[in-house]
């Protein structure tokens, strides 16, 4: 996304970095100069080798998700299809958007002419906005999946994926071009900053709206949907797993507790009036054992859907918070920026900037580390790939 609230220096970040370098100009703050002294050396190769590492594991992890599912047949669903498409959205940003965005943060200024300046710009909101809509089609997905399972299964086909995915990608593409129409910038002036030269505040809304808040608020009431409806269904399905645990272990039972009846009948015949005692005996042995035995499964039941519970509320939980935690505080900054003059500071929106590039590194941990099926294939790739001669 773009730093806002500079003129002469600024930095992208997805559609909110756009309207938020509208406020740049009018801002009129001018650019940072490079700290030559030892101790900003130190400093700026410091941030280098974080930044560049940063951009790297994106960039390794997010391949990965790609090869692991061309690879390997058994993931290629069309749930799994939009797991890649929004790991390719992820690993064009870590290519196109985050290299050079390394230079800007640490140089504050831009020394690489307009046309990449407009290409940079528009890459960093169009990618980064693609990979939030992306959530919301994965999202949207899994809830129509639990919700009408059967129905949807027919549905749910390749082409159905590619649909959502490039309705993803017209809805990021119209957020990014508007401020091409409008940039304002003198052919005969050296360009020392890139940012979007504008004080529309409409804009500002319009982008932060449609590539944060309105995509947040479906996610999150897609995911507590998806968690009331799946919770139904573990409830629903439990009882009747554990009447069929019950009934093999009560039937169990029986035939452990029928050999010592049976034994005491035998016994009885020689022991008059002992036959009745060591029947009853039996008898609430018997009783005894079923008992613990309904509770026994009961209690699996009740285990098994409380793991089920919790692991399906921790994998939204981490879904949704790592999301959040990455992009709120810069689209709540941006908007900040845009109303408020004396509110911008570079260095802090350079950290909420990366904080939400640091999503596209996350993507691909969550989605698939969290899937049996993925971590299995991943294995099995690098194993193929550590033993090829």
């Given at each position: ?20 370098n ?13 700290d ?6 130190v400093?700026?190769?410091?941030l ?11 960039t ?10 061309s690879q ?6 069309p749930?799994?299809?939009?797991i890649?498409?929004?790991?390719i ?5 870590s ?40 959530l919301?089609?994965?999202?949207l ?10 129905e ?7 082409a ?12 990021a ?8 129409f409008?940039?304002?910038v ?11 030269n ?15 808040y309105?995509?947040?608020?479906l996610?999150v ?6 968690y ?8 629903k399905?439990?009882?009747?797993k ?5 009934g ?46 309904v509770?026994?499964a009961?209690l ?22 790592a999301?959040?935690?990455?992009w ?27 904080l ?17 099926d ?9 194993r ?6």
């Amino acid at each position: 996304m773009e730093r806002p609230g500079q003129v002469e220096t600024t930095h992208a970040s997805p559609a909110v970095g756009a309207t938020a370098n509208a406020t740049n100009e009018t801002f009129g703050t001018e650019a940072s100069p490079v700290d030559d002294s030892p101790n900003g050396l130190v400093y700026q190769i410091s941030l280098v080798v974080i930044l560049s590492a940063i951009t790297l594991v994106t960039t390794l992890s997010n391949s990965f998700v790609v090869t692991v599912i061309s690879q390997s047949r058994k993931l290629q669903t069309p749930a799994n299809f939009l797991i890649a498409s929004l790991a390719i959205t992820d690993l064009l940003v870590s290519i196109l958007v985050m290299p050079i965005c390394v230079l800007y943060t640490v140089t504050h200024t831009w020394s690489l002419g307009q046309v990449v300046c407009d290409f940079w710009l528009s890459s960093d909101i169009t990618c980064c906005t693609a990979s939030i809509l992306h959530l919301c089609v994965i999202a949207l997905d899994r809830y129509w999946a639990i919700t009408d399972a059967v129905e949807y299964s027919k549905k749910r086909t390749p082409a159905r994926a590619a649909g959502m995915v490039a309705t993803a990608w017209v809805i990021a593409i119209s957020i990014s071009l508007p401020p091409l129409f409008w940039r304002q910038v003198k052919a005969e002036e050296e360009l020392t900053s890139c940012n979007v030269n504008t004080d529309h505040i409409f804009y500002t809304i319009y982008s932060t709206f449609g590539a944060f808040y309105i995509p947040t608020l479906l996610l999150v009431a897609l995911y507590g949907r998806i968690y009331v409806e799946a919770r139904k269904v573990i409830l629903k399905q439990s009882p009747k797993k554990a009447a069929g645990a019950a009934g093999k272990r009560l039937t169990s039972a029986h035939l452990v507790t029928n050999s010592p009846g049976s034994v005491g009948s035998t016994s009885s015949s020689q022991c008059g009036r002992n036959d009745t005692h060591s029947s009853d005996t039996a008898s609430l042995a018997s009783e005894n054992v079923v008992k613990v035995t309904v509770s026994d499964a009961l209690l699996e039941k009740k285990r098994i859907s409380a793991a089920r519970e919790r692991k399906a509320t921790r994998t939204l939980g981490i879904i949704l918070g790592a999301y959040i935690v990455c992009w709120l505080p810069f689209f709540i900054y941006t908007l900040i920026v845009a109303t408020c003059e004396t509110c911008f500071y570079p260095e802090l929106f350079d950290f909420f900037n990366w904080l939400g590039y640091l999503n596209s590194l996350i993507n691909p941990v969550i989605y698939t580390m969290s899937n049996e099926d993925f971590k299995k294939a991943f294995h099995k790739l690098v194993r193929f790939r550590c033993c090829r001669p």
